[in-house]
């Protein structure tokens, strides 16, 4: 399962790669595998001490590069590792294309090897305030350690860096993704890795009812993600928004990515129609805060915000509501208060981290890359490595048909100019 | 297994985004993560009751959006579901480019709610007619159940729908897909997913033998798919069928596709040089349809009767054939009558099914997108979601190499004119 | 006495559920990991893929899938009989065509054609852009079929003369038997073969592949598979301490391809071997595909720092080789060579020193001794039988394609089928834009 999950970076990576214009293709795909490296080297020396060492209930305290690790909790390692990459990786969607590759290093290092290991410890180590005894917090597959953490870095994130050169002027037309081919493999790898995600989030297969409650968390994903696509895909074509109303497919897929993070906190307890009513609601909470970013010009190409944060939140709210015996089943609000605090404990955590790492980066002018090569790309200029280099598509086939194109283009021009002066 | 086999939709998906212009890339990927999304919802509510719920010979009646499905069912629900939008995504393929999207809506409901869950409870449930103590009907992983109701659903969009505007002019040039490599990359992932395809329809792996079936299915699934492949390659290359004569890659694909189809029904009872047999038929029936399809004018953009149809109907036999104790061994024909009376009657409902419903479609006028829409392209105008957005590969690499080649290119058709002036 | 036999019936029965589910759960295992080791075959196809100009394109892709087709055959037919059939020590002699093969090894059978595509796969990347497509049909059989499978009879059969009681040869996962034969394979067909045409002109600037996302999924896949690749050669579950070994395989898989990437991308960075100091995204993947290759032999015994130093070494040993074929003019589009021959010979090395009461714990040298001499003896045999046969074909011409056909492509001219076919791209977008562009460009060349 840690295996299939690990394949969720590459789903990560060719969403963001889409999603970004051709002359930063280059430097957003070795952002997102350096993500899987350096969250290995961190996470090794650093973080599972951190998350999983014994220690207080704040973090852990021993096993820093997994000396004293027993070889049975190799397997929990490795699984935990996948887990810190893909918190790590959301950010770098909400920051692409003007964050400097120094600043993502350091970054990409602190959120595996300190915040979100913390986070974790909080609420999956046996010490952590918020998985001792006392506390009623449930968050099977990490709605809220995972992708609230990633999520409200990622916001912190693109507030601070400020939009992308001529994002938001009035005068030039929308910034687009360069493939939504690429955007859509992306997808639908992470369409199939959130099936492991949540259904791996077990974590075990030989005791009673573990078949039984994998089975369920992968039914659940599966309705809460449609229903999620549908609902935000069908919200957008209405127009409500005050967008267009098109049948987009970015809309489909990142209502379903919603719809599916928000049914990560409760998929192995929540009735079959419970999820399908988070699905909705996530479908319609994505679309809310994509909308509401765009007004507050706040620029994350590639909705990791609204997909993660939103959906994050609200699968922590949605699992006290809906799980059998929860609020609508009269039960009491003992999860919901305490889903509430540890969703305002990480957004604090994470968030106030972030604030200061991102704010002294910006303070001494590392965080974002110069305004010339914004426009030029950092491809050629940072990575020397033109994703679909000009040289290397010289066919004959091109040319004769661009000249042909070309000719018959000046043409139309003129008949245009001719009817022009006429 | 159920998790890989999901993949394989990303495996439709690319195949047919592949197999398109670049103007209808996105229509085709939103139509098949839609299947994904819909057919989670239909057969939730829908499907799932008629296929296995309790009921009489010809369909299910209750457990009407699981409803009383036991938690032990939810992982056999899963597998199912999967299988469902597989069917569903056969049919996409062959109406590529140019059917209506409300049309698209429509009957990708009618037949992950209607059509398919009707043919696997006959085949697949206890109850049903091809599965009752009397019936010898084998068909392991959905030859005849999956393959044969997608592929004539797919020949019967594709014939009352009509072939892509100039698709069969005489003066105009074949219409092509727009990108090998996306087309390649789904036919990787359909490879790998076909393994899982055919393995996992053991359903179980804890019985005495079920290990054994799960490894013959695919050691089965590998050599009919190799023998497919090769073997209609060689075909092609040969040019018996009056076409051109080059070592085509999609033809290497499609015809381990058909070989993979094929082996479905029979995979886990077949000898191992059965298969090989199985293979080499299959290849040589995918490459016949297609030069028949080709010559009746049904345009196919995906060849998705050839190999799903065809394969279908050929793998029927071939179990009843070469399965251990069939034919070929001197056993008796019962297998063969009854796979051929199984054949007939979903032909004959999902067929008859169709007919009705695109029909329908037709005569209402909403299943074809008008000539001007077919001409610019469903993406932009539909879409509102162009592929490969111009604006998004501004590049100073790719105008200044354009303006050297055209300069270029324009020199040379003056020496050539030139020439020819001497 | 009635109790008594009913109670070791029960004990007998139930040992034979046990048993049989042991097995299941074992052949199970290696079906799942078998399944995901298939997929690097996409893996490798797109690597390749985006490594190429884009007029060969289809010529690469459909050399990656027809491996498999090839390998599936070829391996059915005589590789597996000759890699697993009994015999003597050099190679199998029953079982062609998986006759008389019994059911319980159907699952080993696919998982080991899995590992003779990879190393047949290793191959096509080398010699891509200007390889002949018959040449490639006969390598191919070869190599799957005779080549790979006495290798891998030698070292992982029961027969084989590396894996006898007497011998201390030790490759878990195949750094020698897979990807050092495959890299010498791959070697040997490049320098053969010679450079493409205007690779190494002076005035010409460098070849570059068509398209880095495409490079980027394949080796995102690798990555995958490498993972499977590792942690499924232990081959068993149910066994006492497999699920550990199989944990510590993938958790050093990890480690030594993060430190193997990690390295080569910062030592391209400072440029100290003369090229460009970008951060380079193929240095990066291929130092830790390299470090991974490394690791394969001694992922279940090493200690995890050993498979951090393991990986930086290869990480070193990639840019290393890949600068010195650079200089040596030896034309390797995919950097095959330095990532499977440099990354499994170090393995060899790497899984003596390091492991468990290895060489640095004070161990003796036999395990080093005898990795060595399995590496000679690989060497010896991949490469000769490679040079006779990449040799002929070269002599009788079949090996390379005509200079003009290589100048415009093997994709329209061989296979009929462009990978971006122009006429398929005609959108009002695209040509408004370039008109558009055009004009500025001729304005700012006027100006």
């Given at each position: 399962m840690g295996t299939i999950i690990f394949f969720m970076q590459c789903g990560f990576a060719f969403l963001e790669a889409g999603a970004v214009r051709s002359k930063n293709t280059t430097n957003i795909l070795i952002k997102n595998i350096l993500d899987v490296f350096i969250a290995g080297i961190a996470y090794w020396l650093v973080g599972y001490a951190l998350a999983f060492?014994?220690?207080n209930s704040f973090c852990g305290e021993n096993?820093?590069?997994?000396?004293?690790?027993?070889?049975?909790k190799l397997a929990f390692w490795f699984f935990q590792f996948v887990f810190a990459a893909t918190a790590a990786t959301i950010v770098s969607g909400s920051m692409a294309e003007r964050c400097n590759f120094h600043a993502y290093l350091i970054y990409s290092v602190i959120l595996t090897a300190i915040v979100y290991p913390i986070v974790s410890h909080w609420a999956w180590s046996g010490d952590g305030w918020l998985a001792s005894e006392g506390s009623a917090y449930q968050d099977f597959a990490g709605s809220g350690v995972v992708h609230l953490t990633g999520g409200i870095a990622a916001l912190v994130g693109a507030v601070i860096l400020g939009?992308?050169?001529?994002?938001?002027?009035?005068d030039s037309p929308d910034i687009r993704g360069h493939s939504v081919p690429l955007a859509a493999l992306g997808g639908f790898i992470l369409l199939f890795g959130f099936l492991a995600f949540n259904g791996g989030s077990?974590?075990?297969?030989?005791?009673?009812g573990d078949a039984g409650a994998v089975a369920r968390a992968i039914v659940n994903t599966v309705i809460s993600g449609s229903f999620g696509g549908i609902t935000s895909l069908i919200i957008y074509r209405t127009g409500v928004c005050g967008v267009s109303n098109t049948w987009s497919f970015l809309m489909a897929l990142n209502g379903a990515l919603a719809g599916m993070v928000a049914i990560c906190a409760g998929c192995n307890v929540m009735p079959i129609w419970g999820s399908c009513v988070t699905g909705i609601v996530a479908g319609m909470l994505f679309i809310t805060i994509h909308t509401l970013l765009d007004k507050l010009k706040v620029d994350d190409p590639l909705d990791a915000v609204a997909v993660h944060m939103g959906g994050g939140l609200w699968g922590l709210v949605a699992v006290a509501l809906f799980q059998d015996g929860g609020i609508v089943f009269g039960g009491s609000g003992k999860v919901l208060a305490w889903n509430i605090a540890g969703a305002l404990a990480i957004m604090a955590w994470a968030g106030g981290l972030c604030i200061i790492m991102f704010g002294t980066l910006r303070l001494v002018g590392w965080l974002r890359v110069p305004i010339e090569m914004e426009i030029q790309g950092m491809d050629i200029l940072k990575h020397g490595e033109p994703a679909y280099p000009a040289g290397s598509w010289e066919e004959k086939q091109y040319y004769n048909k661009l000249a042909a194109n070309y000719q018959q283009q000046h043409n139309d021009n003129d008949t245009n100019s001719s009817d022009r002066n006429n």
């Open positions: 060492g014994e220690g096993m820093w590069a997994t000396v004293g690790l027993s070889e049975d939009p992308r050169h001529g994002r938001f002027d009035s077990q974590a075990s297969i030989s005791q009673p």
